[in-house]
């Protein structure tokens, strides 16, 4: 019985991803064609009636006259790439429609069943160390399925190459990516991101941590497994920073040798310039370990409260114009963290930033701070938060509003997500994804 489980799940792995290893050939790269064949030897399983290969996946919001001063390879995601990819009918998903859609499983993606996030706390002693040993298989497993894009020089595109990277890494990698300076006419603009400081930063966040958790239970044949969370509020002195749980750190920040991360590297380090995709993501000296100072900056010497978070869920507009830092009374912006969340205004450290301030270290240094996997706990707390939004607010995916933020618009793909999600189609309960959160602490 376990031997089938295992196989129907790997027979129909595949989820959405950057960049689909068989889509960085140069053929298909030439031909702008990311369609490939599904194992009934048909393409995106056409044959099987599981998809078909189209035209113009794009969807873009803005109006067709409107001229974008962009050479961005990431601007109309995934056009620069591909015309045509994958459409993929009823539950099934993944680059050639050989996957199904986050909630769905089993070879015709009939077969449903939800998991429970829980706080890292409530996990018993096996299900911890269940969940640090898959951590460590994805840092050090090759991902057959996707490949990273790396380059030191973004205006030079012949440049660009495709390289191999292990599971975690392209999870980090995808945020690195996402968060890049955007080439705007030939210069880098790093006011606006894909993922961060706009309407798509909850969905964006939402996206990534589902493809992190598919992707093992993918790799371990687990089904069941759910991401832990991290409920931060009024927590002392990151209390899960021991050695049992996310590692302890000396005075220089770096985690204790017994600690289960110590040796962990964090891809991209290094290359945290606006030019640069990670160049050299292969290579060992350049990246520096994983570190931590929790506390030690002034800019924020303790953690959001209690209190913080029922003012952030309080606000009504999911988001509310200009739809960037400044946005006053947004939901978004009070849990991203550049508002405080009592009066909505006040320019401030806080919420999710704040957790990453607070941090330092590697989770300090935003591009990077994926690496880190406290960063998952983190941000499923977060996403724990977006979703008690959405029950609280009965919000629905007409509320996300129009935006002239770069890849956030309601109808553009969630960049660099692959093949195409909409931003405005994460503003969902998780239900719709196949997960639900623990009741901890009163929330
Ligand atoms: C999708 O899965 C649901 C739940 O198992 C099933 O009822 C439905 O028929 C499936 N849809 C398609 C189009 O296969
Ligand atoms: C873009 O750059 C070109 C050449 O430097 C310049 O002529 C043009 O005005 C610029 N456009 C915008 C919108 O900045
Ligand atoms: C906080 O944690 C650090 C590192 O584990 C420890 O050195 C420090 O004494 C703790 N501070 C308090 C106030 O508990």
């Not at 986050?102 to 969940?131: N, P, Q």
């Not at 924020?300 to 006053?328: C, G, H, M, N």
């Not at 508002?339 to 999710?352: A, C, E, L, S, Y």
């Not at 591009?367 to 707390?381: R, T, Y």
Request: net charge negative.
């Amino acid at each position: 019985m376990i031997i089938l489980c295992v196989f129907l799940i790997l027979c129909c792995n595949l989820v959405q991803g950057q960049f689909p290893r068989a889509c960085t050939t140069s053929a298909t790269l030439r031909s702008k064609s990311c369609c490939p064949l599904w194992k009934d030897g048909s393409l995106c399983g056409s044959s099987s009636g599981r998809g078909r290969c189209r035209d113009r996946v794009v969807f873009t919001s803005l109006a067709s006259g409107r001229v974008r001063q962009y050479d961005d390879d990431r601007l109309d995601w995934p056009k620069y790439y591909y015309d045509k990819s994958c459409e993929c009918f009823g539950n099934y998903s993944g680059y050639n429609c050989g996957g199904c859609r986050y909630g769905y499983f089993g070879e015709k993606c009939d077969r449903t069943h939800t998991v429970e996030r829980k706080e890292i706390r409530e996990l018993s002693l096996l299900e911890r160390k269940r969940f640090f040993s898959y951590l460590a298989l994805a840092k050090t497993t090759k991902s057959q399925d996707f490949v990273i894009l790396y380059t030191g020089d973004r205006h030079h595109k012949d440049t660009y190459k495709f390289v191999d990277a292990s599971i975690y890494d392209v999870f980090s990698w995808i945020h690195y990516y996402s968060i890049k300076a955007i080439l705007q006419n030939g210069t880098f603009d790093d006011t606006t991101n894909y993922a961060h400081q706009g309407p798509a930063f909850p969905g964006w966040h939402r996206l990534g941590l589902l493809f992190l958790e598919r992707q093992i239970q993918l790799l371990t044949g687990d089904e069941y497994f759910a991401l832990p969370y991290w409920d931060w509020r009024e927590d002392k002195n990151c209390s899960i920073c021991t050695n049992a749980f996310l590692g302890d750190n000396d005075v220089q920040g770096f985690l204790s040798p017994y600690s289960h991360f110590a040796f962990w590297k964090s891809i991209c380090s290094g290359y945290n310039y606006d030019e640069a995709y990670c160049l050299g993501a292969d290579d060992q000296n350049q990246m520096e370990k994983l570190h931590r100072k929790p506390g030690v900056s002034p800019d924020a010497p303790s953690l959001p409260t209690i209190q913080d978070v029922e003012e952030t869920l309080k606000w009504e507009d999911f988001d509310r114009p200009p739809y960037d830092r400044s946005a006053r009374r947004s939901f978004r912006n009070a849990l991203e963290g550049f508002i405080d969340p009592k009066d909505g205004v006040t320019r401030q450290i806080g919420m999710h930033n704040q957790v990453h301030v607070y941090l330092g270290g590697t989770m300090g240094e935003v591009p990077i701070s994926s690496n880190d996997p406290i960063f998952v706990l983190h941000h499923c707390f977060i996403d724990k938060i977006f979703e008690e939004w959405l029950c609280r607010h009965n919000a629905t995916s007409d509320m996300y509003p129009e935006n002239d933020q770069p890849g956030q618009g309601p109808n553009e793909c969630s960049t660099p997500y692959f093949p195409c999600i909409r931003n405005k189609d994460l503003l969902r309960n998780s239900t719709n994804f196949g997960y639900i959160y623990s009741k901890y602490q009163g929330m």
